[in-house]
C-alpha cells in the first residue's frame, strides 16, 4: 500500500481554501518539535521570516521530499540547505505574493525621502514648523536594479509620478514592453544619470556586495539608494561613509547586519531612513500565500507540475 505523502506548512489546513484531498497536512513553524517523522515530507513550505537556522533545520531529514517552497521571493535562506537534499527536488519561490506590498514600500521609502517626511516628524516632536523646499519625484531619473516581478511591479507604481527616466537593470538583457532591460555591465553609465536607484534584485554570487564604494561612487551628488532586496547587495561599510560624507542618501528596509543591532552606526548616520525588512509583511501576504500553497498543492496532487520553480537539486 502506498504511504500518503505528508505536506508541512506553517499554516493549518483548516485556515486555507481549496486544498486537495489525499495528503497529510502538517503544521509546522519552526517550532522545536516536528509534527512528523522528516522522512515522510514529501512537500515542504517554508516557514516564513524565521530565518535561515529554522528553514534548513529539517532538510537532512527529508530524503523524500520533492518539493521545498518559500513563502519569499528570495531563496538566499534555503540555499544553505539545499545540499543536504536528495537530487531531483524543485525549489519553488512565492513570485506573486509580494510584488504588490514591496513595490508599495520602495515608492513609500523614495517618497518619504524625497519630500523630507522623517525631518517633518522629528519637527512635529519637537513641536517646529520646518517648511521649505524639498525634492520631487517628479522629473526625476530612477534606476531599477534587479528586473524580475517585483522591479516590474515598482516600475508601474512609478508610472503616474511623471518621473524624466526609468532605466532597468538585470542579470539578462531583454525588451519588455516598458523598454530596454541593460545588464549590470551597463551600470556605470546608468548610474551616473540616476537621481534615484532602487535595489530590487536576489541575493547570491553575483550581486553579493554589488552595491560597493565603485557602485556608490558612480552615484551623482544627492542621489538616492533603496534597497528592498537583501542587505547582502550593499556593502554597508562603503555605504556608511558616502552618508557620513553627506554626499549620498538612503532608504533601506533590509540592512547587513540584519537584524541590525543596537549601536550600530547605521541606525544613527545622516541621511538614512531604516525600516525593519516589513517589505512583504503586510495584510496582503497571507491571503495570496494561501492562494498560492493552494494551487501548488492541488497541482501536486494531480503530479501537474508546479509553478514558479528556481531550482532543481542535483
Known sequence: ?????????????????????????????????????????????VPYMKGSAVAVRPLG??????????????????????????????????KGVHEASTAELALTLILSCLRGVPGFVHGQDEEEWRSGFYPALADKSVLIVGYGSIGAAIEDRLAPFECARVARVARHARTTAHGPVHTLDDLPALLSEADVVVLSTPLNPSTQGLVDAEFLAAMPDGALLVNVARGGVVD???????????????????????????GHPLWHAPNVLITPHVGGSTSAFEPRAKRLLAGQLRRFAAREPVLNVVRTTS
Open 1 to 45: 500500500m502506498t504511504k500518503t505523502p505528508d505536506v508541512w506548512m506553517p499554516f493549518p489546513a483548516d485556515e486555507i481554501d481549496g486544498l486537495p484531498e489525499g495528503l497529510n497536512y502538517r503544521f509546522w513553524d519552526g517550532e522545536p518539535d516536528y509534527p512528523a517523522d522528516p522522512a515522510d515530507c514529501a512537500f515542504y513550505v
Open 61 to 94: 531529514g527529508m530524503a523524500g521530499v520533492q518539493v521545498v517552497q518559500t513563502l519569499s521571493a528570495g531563496i538566499d535562506h534555503v540555499e544553505p540547505g539545499l545540499g543536504l537534499l536528495p537530487p531531483g527536488v524543485l525549489l519553488c519561490n512565492a
Open 236 to 262: 554597508t561599510e562603503a555605504l556608511l561613509l558616502e552618508l557620513q560624507s553627506g554626499r549620498l542618501r538612503a532608504a533601506l528596509d533590509v540592512t547587513d547586519p540584519e537584524p541590525l543591532p543596537a
